[in-house]
């Protein structure tokens, strides 16, 4: 993996104009707000955890 792909930018509004179909814009939506959602979960959990934990103390 170079670091040109690690800051190269994507225009998913391109991507979806150009789109051959719908259920490839459902993919490129699912592709793009998957990685947030799953983040936010993990630091959800983090802060739960570390919530629960000061309060046993």
């Not at 719908?22 to 919530?51: D, E």
């Amino acid at each position: 993996m170079t670091i040109y792909t690690l800051i190269q930018q994507v225009n998913i509004t391109d991507k979806v104009k150009h789109a051959p179909d719908g259920s490839y814009q459902i993919g490129i939506v699912i592709g793009t707000f998957l990685p947030f959602v799953i983040l936010v979960g993990i630091a959800y959990w983090m802060y739960y955890r570390a919530k629960n934990r000061n309060d046993n103390e």
